[in-house]
Structures are given as C-alpha cells and as structure tokens.
C-alpha cells in the first residue's frame, strides 16, 4: 500500500510549484530577509537618488530580472532596498494615545480641584514630539547592496514546469 502511494506522489509531482524568491543574504549569516511574489518592494537603482516601489508580479531566476507591474529591473541595478517598520508606527500612536489621555485626565483633574500647571503641558508636548520623532526617523529599514550584502534569487520549483512561467 505504501509503495502505491509513494508512486502515486511521484506521478503527480510535476503539478506542485515552489516559490520563486528574492533574498538579501548578509556575509557571515546565516539569517536572510526574503521577498515573494506579490510583496511591496521600495529600491533604489544604481546612480539614482529616488526611491521607486512596486509589487513583484514575477522573478525571472535565469536572466536575474525582477518584473513589476509598470517595469522590469535587472537584480544588479539595485542599489538599497528599504522595508516599512510597523513597531515605529506603533509606538508613535501610543504615545499620541499617551499624550491625549494625560492632557484629558490633567484638565478633568481641574474639576476635582487640581491646579493645572506648565508640566502637563511638556509632558504632553515631549509625548507628542517624541512619538512624531519615532515615527518619521525609524519609518523604513535600509539594506544597502554591497561587499557585506548581496541579492539573490531562488527558484525552489522541484523540477521545471511543462507550461506556464
């Protein structure tokens, strides 16, 4: 029974598709940061001061191209890529979040008979200037192409399809 269904998987093989890849190695780790089809990608091409995005429609593995929606971009042309950071967006609401609460509690405090003062409104201002800070400075993570870093695409397909890309 096993022998039949081994072959009946290797018979129906050829149906499966891996992935294609896209993957920034870094010299001496292990660890890679990969991109699939359908992910956003922010890059910059060599010689240009832009940063230009697009989603990844397709990754041609043998000619190293990476095909968007609006282009094709040869894998060497590409100087840096940047990725959105969701924890500097996150921490900057909380501290919108903090800043109002603190500013509400303070002037509510006012009808309990509490004096308000000059410090709730630094701490609001310091909450809402540091939470504007982080969230505009720590916005994307860069990864510079170079002697530490490199592209790389994969084609993790089993064996080559038949039809199709």
């Known amino acids: ?25 870094r ?16 890059y910059r091409l060599a010689g240009d001061k ?18 968007f929606e609006d282009r094709y971009v040869r894998m060497g042309d590409i100087q840096a890529l940047r990725k959105r950071q969701r924890w500097s967006r ?8 903090f ?11 006012t009808l309990l008979g509490w004096e308000l003062r ?7 201002g310091s909450a809402l200037a540091t939470g504007w800070l982080i969230k505009n400075i720590f916005k994307y993570k860069k990864y510079k192409m170079g002697k530490r870093r490199r592209l790389r695409m994969l084609n993790l397909n089993p064996i080559k399809p038949i039809y199709g890309p």
């Open 99 to 109: 800043a109002g609460s603190w500013l509400v509690f303070s002037t509510a405090g």
């Open 90 to 97: 996150q921490i900057g609401n909380q501290l919108y979040v």
């Open 118 to 124: 000059w410090d709730t409104a630094i701490i609001t």
């Open 1 to 25: 029974m096993r022998l039949i269904g081994i072959i009946l998987l290797l018979g129906l093989s050829h149906t499966l598709l891996g992935q294609k890849v896209l993957q920034i190695e």
């Open 50 to 67: 832009a940063w230009y995005k697009g989603t990844i429609q397709d990754l041609i593995v043998e000619e190293n191209i990476i095909l």
């Open 27 to 42: 010299f001496g780790r292990a660890k890679v940061k990969k991109f699939y089809i359908g992910d956003e990608l922010n």
